[in-house]
């Protein structure tokens, strides 16, 4: 990667476009490669910039070791990768919340070695243990609410937002576990080599922020 140029790892996907139109509203005068096109790097010259479209679930592995100066990164993920990154402002986008559901018939306390599916079996094991609750998780990588219906899991960790995968999959929501939103995030290292490109990306995208909702 080159140096002169801020490194900025974005998540594919559903975060994309909001974090995009909020770019453009800081200021950042982004190509239409940004809204049609399968290239995985594109160069933002005239803005210093060059960005990375990575996996969400990756994008603070390439921050933190620095082959991305800065990056946006759900909170899901921030919890779940455990990385080495700075977490210096709430983006607001793609807000969302970490549940637990299960089936109307769960009851708890039915079973020994109650089962957990998850796309996040740190976040989940982490809860559960502060809740003093001994679970087997079982990891799976996408339709989480189809384990449940299937007898794989009794209860599912995952993301709600409108409620209506839930609500069509038959499935109702037992805890509410923490809010989700997007985060701008920073490697330590270029937070001192490129401060004054940090800090002003920083400031653009705050006022954005705060204007959005206020
Ligand atoms: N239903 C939702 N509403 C709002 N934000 C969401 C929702 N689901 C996930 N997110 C946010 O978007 C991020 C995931 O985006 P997306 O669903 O596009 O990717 P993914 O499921 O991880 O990837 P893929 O489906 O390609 O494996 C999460 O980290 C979370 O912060
Ligand atoms: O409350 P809702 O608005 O219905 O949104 C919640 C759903 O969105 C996400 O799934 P996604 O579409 O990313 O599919 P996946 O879990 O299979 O990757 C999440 O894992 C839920 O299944």
Same mark, same amino acid.
Request: glycine fraction near 4%; charged fraction near 25%.
């Given at each position: 990667m080159s140096s002169e140029l801020l490194t900025v790892a974005m998540?594919?996907?559903? /975060?994309?476009e909001e974090a995009v139109e909020l770019l453009r509203?800081?200021?950042?005068?982004?190509? &239409?490669?940004?809204?049609? @096109?399968?290239?995985? !790097? /594109?160069?933002v010259p005239q803005s210093g910039m060059q960005f990375i479209l990575?996996?969400?679930?990756?994008?603070?592995t390439y921050v933190e070791h620095g082959v991305a100066d800065v990056g946006v990164a759900g909170k899901d993920v921030m919890i779940e990768e455990e990385r080495d990154v700075?977490?210096?402002?709430?983006?607001? /986008?793609? @807000?969302?919340?970490?549940?637990?559901?299960a089936l109307p018939t769960y009851s708890p306390g039915r079973?020994?070695?109650?089962?957990?599916? @998850?796309?996040? &079996?740190?976040?989940? @094991?982490?809860?559960?243990?502060?809740?003093?609750?001994q679970v087997e998780i079982i990891k799976l990588n996408g339709s989480i609410e189809l384990a449940p219906?299937?007898?794989l899991a009794d209860r599912i960790?995952?993301?709600?937002?409108?409620g209506q995968t839930l609500r069509e999959n038959g499935l109702v929501e !037992?805890?509410?576990?923490?809010? !989700?939103?997007?985060?701008? /995030?920073?490697? &330590?290292?270029?937070?001192?080599?490129?401060?004054?490109?940090i800090d002003d990306m920083v400031d653009r995208l705050s006022v954005v922020v705060n204007k959005e909702n206020a």
């Open positions: 998540p594919k996907g559903r /975060i994309f509203e800081a200021g950042y005068d982004l190509p &239409p490669e940004f809204d049609d @096109s399968r290239k995985l !790097i /594109i160069e990575a996996k969400p679930m990756d994008v603070p700075y977490e210096v402002l709430d983006l607001k /986008i793609s @807000s969302c919340y970490m549940a637990v559901a079973d020994v070695a109650p089962k957990v599916a @998850s796309k996040y &079996p740190k976040l989940t @094991s982490d809860y559960f243990r502060e809740q003093g609750e219906i299937v007898g960790v995952d993301i709600v937002s409108t !037992i805890e509410t576990m923490m809010p !989700i939103t997007s985060r701008f /995030i920073v490697n &330590p290292v270029s937070y001192r080599t490129k401060a004054a490109q």
